[in-house]
């Protein structure tokens, strides 16, 4: 079965910077779908980065230019560099995987929006 397992999360002051890692595990298909989501205390779920379709990574507007997902596939580990880190970063942070929605004239659809069927089990961020 499936398996995401996120590490790397921590308290920070801010202005600092953190690395998430999600290392995946059972994913029998290739290339899945794969982003980072977070949920604050009392808040929604919200899609912090993610890549699209063509495989590039899309970023919330709160975190683009501060934020960057990287994966090695190699490692089947997904990554997520955090910089300039604030306090409404505060959350717990989650990976996320996905086949994908097929498209009717070939491909698929990835991306921040896609309901993703797989899900780890968090690492908490913590800024102050």
């Known amino acids: 079965h499936v398996q995401l397992v996120e590490s790397g999360g921590g308290s920070v002051q801010p202005e600092g910077s953190l690395r998430l890692s999600c290392e995946s595990s059972g994913i029998t298909y290739r290339d899945p779908c794969m982003g980072w989501f977070r949920q604050a205390p009392g808040k929604e779920r919200e899609a912090v980065a993610a890549?699209?379709?063509?495989?590039?990574?899309r970023y919330a507007d709160s975190v683009r230019d501060r934020f960057t997902m990287s994966k090695d596939d190699a490692k089947n580990t997904l990554y997520l560099q955090m910089t300039a880190l604030n306090p409404e970063d505060t959350a717990m942070y989650y990976c996320?995987?996905?086949?994908?929605?097929?498209?009717?004239?070939?491909?698929?659809?990835?991306?921040?929006?896609?309901?993703?069927?797989?899900w780890g089990q968090g690492t908490q961020v913590t800024v102050s």
């Open positions: 890549f699209d379709s063509q495989g590039t990574p």
């Open positions: 996320a995987a996905d086949t994908g929605i097929p498209l009717r004239h070939g491909g698929r659809f990835c991306g921040l929006s896609l309901a993703y069927k797989y």
